[in-house]
C-alpha cells in the first residue's frame, strides 16, 4: 500500500524553524511531482510548496517565499519542507500531496496521494 507520512511539526515560537518530512512507502515516487499543502482552521487548503521529482524544479506560495525550501532525498524517497522566521499565521495542518507526472500542481484536486498531516503551531 502506497502512503505518505508526515512528521516533524510541533509547537514552536515566532521567528523558530522546523522541518518537516514526508516519507513515501509502498512504491518509488521518482516520477512524481511532490507538493506541501497547509490547512488551518476555517480556510481552505493551500498550496505551500511543490518540487518536481525528477529534477530541481520548485515553486513556492507568496506567504512562505524566502522562508521555506522543499527539498527531497530520492534514495530515501522523502520529501522536505525546512522552515524558518515561522509566523503565527503559518499555523496550519501541513499535508504532503504526490501527483503522477513531472510537474507539480496547485490544486489540490490533481493529486493521487495525501498523507495525515502535521500540525504546525507557532505562538506569539
Known amino acids: 500500500q502506497a502512503q505518505l507520512v508526515e512528521s516533524g511539526g510541533g509547537l514552536v515560537q515566532a521567528g523558530s524553524s522546523l522541518r518537516l518530512s514526508c516519507a513515501a512507502s509502498g512504491r518509488s515516487f521518482a516520477n512524481y511531482a511532490m507538493a506541501w499543502f497547509r490547512q488551518a482552521p476555517g480556510k481552505e487548503r493551500e498550496f505551500v510548496a511543490g518540487?518536481?521529482?525528477?529534477?530541481?524544479?520548485?515553486a513556492y506560495t507568496d506567504a512562505v517565499k524566502g522562508r521555506c525550501t522543499i527539498s527531497r532525498d530520492n534514495a530515501k524517497n522523502t520529501v522536505y519542507l525546512q522552515m524558518s522566521a515561522l509566523k503565527p499565521e503559518d499555523t496550519a495542518v501541513y499535508y504532503c500531496a504526490a501527483r503522477s507526472g513531472t510537474y507539480y500542481r496547485t490544486n489540490p484536486n490533481d493529486y493521487d496521494y495525501w498523507g495525515q498531516g502535521t500540525q504546525v503551531t507557532v505562538s506569539s
Open positions: 518540487i518536481r521529482w525528477s529534477g530541481n524544479n520548485t
